[in-house]
């Protein structure tokens, strides 16, 4: 072999190389790559509904320490952070179990192929605390929040891979419904999930 194609081997070696590192590269710390394709569904849902779990819990402990005041909202508001944080553990115990690891990947839920908007969230903390009536706000922006945890949930009712998963799925959008049911009476609407922070 002459000396020009040893370099030339050499050269597609290395290319062949940096290839196959690019392509390995993302999926260390979740199992798969975040392309729509290559993540399990029940991954996706769990890296989904992890954070819009934890920003519920968030606006809940928000809206209490801001004043809300209606018995039916603080009761739902309760409901949420002790619920939701229970069904976080779990959802990070199945990825464990299931895809070995419990460490929720932030871009995950784009394999869903739902936007923020769609899921119900919002990626700045809504500010209660600058809010004439703190019971309107929260009922209007749980209720927009809680509607995008039922659509997801209804996905996973038709494409949930462990059975796990499509119990929970269920349970959501009961829960959550009847929530909603009462969030709209108490909701001054004006709000959505887009005007958090604002």
Known sequence: MNPRAIALAAVL?????????????????????????????????????????????????????????????????????????????????????????????????DALGMSMDEMGMSDTRMDFGVEDDVDAAFASMMADHHQGAIDMAELAGEKAEHAEVADLARAIIVAQQGEIDILHQFAGGGHDMGDMGS
């Open 13 to 109: 070696a290395l290319v062949a190389l940096l290839v196959v590192a690019g392509c390995g590269g993302e999926s260390s710390d979740s199992g798969a790559s975040s392309g729509s394709g290559a993540v399990p569904f029940d991954q996706a849902f769990i890296d989904a509904m992890v954070p819009h779990h934890e920003q519920a819990i968030e606006m809940a402990t928000d809206a209490k320490a801001a004043g809300l005041s209606e018995p039916a909202l603080v009761e739902i508001a309760d409901a949420v952070i002790a619920t939701q944080q229970q069904e976080i553990d779990k959802m990070k115990g199945w990825r464990e179990e299931w895809f070995g690891s419990g460490t929720i990947d932030p871009a995950g839920a």
